[in-house]
């Protein structure tokens, strides 16, 4: 018997993703609907070799859903998701707007799955930033290991956490430095970002770290441990796809670069490249597309007891978003926490 499946925010870039993963994972539907916003009525999305045709989401019956993955932003999840939860339909919401709610678990299935019981208090799962994501799944079993005491972590972000409107204005610019006249000013980043970076994600707070930043700090400690240091610098990078951070730890124990290495390669979820020679390392254009979060260059930082540093690269569509949001919906079904509400006819 199948689940009843929607998507909210079917045509954006991780509404995309959502329908393209739910058919390569096979996940048991009986349906998919693609919801959107008034004026992308009509619009076509695909789920495997099926064409759907999006519908609004004001005007959808949640009755019958089952599993309602919500990718439309989080003004749009704080005025639908406890709406959509209030119909018994499980929302599994991919923007910031629950993750910082006591009664919402955020998961990161490879991290703490246990969590996901606690859906029933509001019928919402909260998904982690997409940055967040990735960091959280190297660090657990190193903390299972040795005790995280504190984290200095700089990520290199792409365009596509912006969306496609960020994608479009790399683009954009990219091509209008060859071609004169064609220049394209910054409207999505606050400078250009073809052959730049950007140290800014999001707004900035008064203590002059910004919310990207924030959200980092927060997540990780209620994700993975609350008595974990951990202070950020998110930076956006001229990357189509996929997210990188350079990641220092200090632990309670000592560590090895080898010890790290083997524990790191039998966890859920990543994938070692780790050759110290040229090329023996991923880079975000490898990880564009793939599952897994991926660790290299590990080794010892002799200027912390007991430290360690390494780099770790995800695809931010698949890893820090729309796979994740799947995963989370194969949790419910795999511990039994969620049963099909519509019999098979």
């Not at 079993?141 to 204005?169: C, N, W």
Request: charged share 25%; hydrophobic share 40%.
């Amino acid at each position: 018997m199948g689940y009843k499946v929607a998507i909210v925010g079917a045509t954006g870039n991780v509404g995309r993703e959502m329908l393209d993963i739910l058919a390569e994972r096979a996940f048991p539907v009986s349906e998919v609907v693609a919801l959107a916003s008034q004026r992308s009525i009509g619009q076509e999305v695909t789920f495997g070799d099926k064409i759907l045709k999006t519908k609004v989401l004001d005007h959808y019956d949640f009755s019958d859903i089952d599993i309602c993955l919500m990718s439309a932003g989080g003004s749009v999840s704080k005025e639908w998701s406890p709406r959509i939860g209030a119909q018994g339909c499980v929302v599994i919401d991919n923007s910031s707007a629950w993750r910082y709610d006591q009664d919402v678990p955020l998961i990161v299935p490879e991290v703490n799955a246990d969590a996901v019981r606690g859906f029933t208090r509001k019928n919402i799962i909260a998904n982690p930033n997409c940055s967040t994501a990735q960091l959280v799944v190297a660090l657990k079993p190193l903390h299972d290991a040795f005790g995280i005491k504190r984290v200095v972590v700089s990520t290199y972000q792409s365009v596509s956490g912006a969306g496609k409107e960020g994608m479009d204005e790399l683009w954009s610019q990219t091509k209008g430095k060859y071609v004169p006249g064609q220049e394209v000013a910054a409207k999505k980043f606050s400078k250009p970002i073809a052959f730049n970076v950007i140290p800014q994600i999001d707004v900035f707070m008064e203590d002059g770290f910004t919310k990207e930043e924030w959200k980092m700090t927060v997540e990780t400690k209620k994700i993975l441990d609350p008595k974990i240091k951990l202070t950020a610098t998110c930076v956006r990078v001229p990357v189509f796809i996929g997210h990188s951070e350079a990641v220092n730890v200090e632990f309670e124990k000592p560590v090895t670069a080898d010890e790290a290495r083997e524990i790191l390669r039998r966890s859920p979820g990543i994938l070692v490249v780790d050759k110290r020679e040229p090329g023996g390392y991923v880079t975000p254009q490898e990880a564009a597309g793939e599952d897994a979060t991926y660790i290299s260059r590990i080794r010892e930082d002799a200027t912390v007891e007991n430290g360690l540093a390494f780099w770790c690269v995800s695809d931010n569509l698949r890893k820090g978003a729309a796979l994740n949001a799947v995963q989370i919906a194969e949790c419910l079904i795999n511990r039994g926490l969620i049963k099909p509400r519509a019999k098979a006819a």
